[in-house]
């Protein structure tokens, strides 16, 4: 219990000082400040896509406003959800750190978790082809994109939520035990 | 079908109080309460024993199956 205790004291910490603050500053640099230069290509790199199309980028300080405004809210869900799930997952690292781990609020917290994952992975394979097509919407004609991808980054997701899930299955369980526990004199 | 627990019938016939019986069974009120009120969904063997041994009595007094599907 005291492992548990210190381990979720420490991840909350993180999560608040480091994680949550980095995100948001990354989000705040790569839309709303005109120094920003990320291009379609170094967007596709950092989603795992090997780019071997000759447009030539635009960086996004270039886009007119309503595009900018509409790549932001567009990747504003995909960082919406982010926050939403480090949120519940600092909510469930409060839990534990009271002792309180196979309770009715951890179980609960766990399958909002479990949500928000399954939610941000199927919506990331949208955000790459919208923010793709909007980052190539101002180049001349004949240089605009379109691409639907699904990438390694997309398989590890996967993986995760399909992890989140046996997690949650796991935490029913032990919920159940509990529970039956509390109850036997 | 339930088990009915007629723990309460026995501590009146012996005329013995919950927390009396709870210090002789070595187990707390709180969980002696469950067992009384019929929420509980375990009992172990040692506290059965304790309980017959408080009692004085046997499991058949203190447990009752009941057939509801009938």
């Given at each position: 219990?005291k492992n548990?205790?210190s381990?979720?004291?420490?991840?909350?910490?993180?999560?608040?000082?480091?994680?949550?603050?980095?995100?948001?500053?990354?989000?705040?640099?790569?839309?709303?400040?005109?120094?920003s230069?990320?291009t379609?290509?170094?967007y596709?790199s950092?989603?795992?896509?090997?780019?071997?199309l000759n447009?030539?980028?635009?960086?996004?300080?270039?886009?007119?406003?309503?595009?900018?405004?509409?790549?932001?809210?567009?990747d504003?869900?995909?960082?919406?959800l982010?926050?939403?799930?480090?949120?519940?997952?600092?909510?469930?690292?409060?839990?534990?750190?009271?002792g309180?781990?196979?309770?009715?609020?951890?179980?609960?917290?766990?399958?909002?978790i479990?949500?928000?994952?399954?939610?941000?992975?199927?919506?990331?394979?949208?955000?790459?082809?919208?923010?793709n097509?909007?980052l190539?919407l101002?180049?001349?004609?004949g240089?605009?994109?379109?691409?639907?991808?699904?990438?390694?980054?997309?398989?590890?997701?996967?993986?995760?939520v399909g992890?989140?899930?046996?997690?949650?299955?796991?935490?029913?369980?032990g919920?159940?035990?509990?529970?039956e526990q509390?109850?036997?004199? | 079908?339930?088990?009915?627990?007629?723990?309460d019938?026995m501590?009146?016939?012996?005329?013995?109080?919950?927390?009396?019986?709870?210090?002789?069974?070595?187990?707390?009120?709180?969980?002696?309460s469950?067992?009384?009120?019929?929420?509980?969904?375990?009992?172990?063997?040692?506290?059965?024993?304790?309980?017959?041994?408080?009692?004085n009595?046997q499991?058949?007094?203190?447990?009752?199956?009941?057939?509801?599907?009938?």
């Amino acid at each position: 219990m005291k492992n548990v205790k210190s381990y979720a004291r420490f991840l909350e910490v993180f999560s608040i000082l480091i994680v949550m603050p980095l995100a948001s500053l990354s989000f705040i640099f790569r839309w709303l400040l005109p120094a920003s230069t990320i291009t379609h290509h170094a967007y596709a790199s950092d989603a795992g896509i090997f780019y071997a199309l000759n447009l030539s980028p635009l960086p996004i300080a270039s886009l007119p406003l309503e595009l900018r405004a509409l790549g932001a809210s567009i990747d504003a869900i995909s960082f919406g959800l982010f926050f939403w799930g480090a949120f519940l997952f600092i909510k469930l690292l409060r839990c534990y750190r009271q002792g309180e781990i196979f309770s009715a609020n951890t179980l609960f917290l766990f399958n909002k978790i479990s949500r928000v994952a399954f939610a941000w992975t199927l919506y990331s394979p949208v955000k790459f082809t919208l923010l793709n097509l909007i980052l190539t919407l101002q180049n001349p004609v004949g240089q605009r994109e379109l691409a639907i991808a699904f990438s390694s980054n997309d398989v590890i997701n996967i993986f995760t939520v399909g992890f989140f899930l046996i997690l949650t299955s796991l935490m029913h369980e032990g919920y159940m035990l509990k529970h039956e526990q509390d109850l036997t004199v | 079908m339930r088990i009915i627990v007629k723990l309460d019938e026995m501590m009146v016939k012996r005329k013995i109080r919950l927390n009396e019986l709870a210090t002789r069974v070595d187990i707390t009120e709180a969980n002696l309460s469950i067992l009384k009120t019929g929420k509980a969904k375990a009992i172990r063997f040692s506290t059965l024993e304790a309980l017959c041994d408080a009692l004085n009595c046997q499991p058949g007094d203190l447990l009752e199956f009941e057939n509801t599907t009938k």
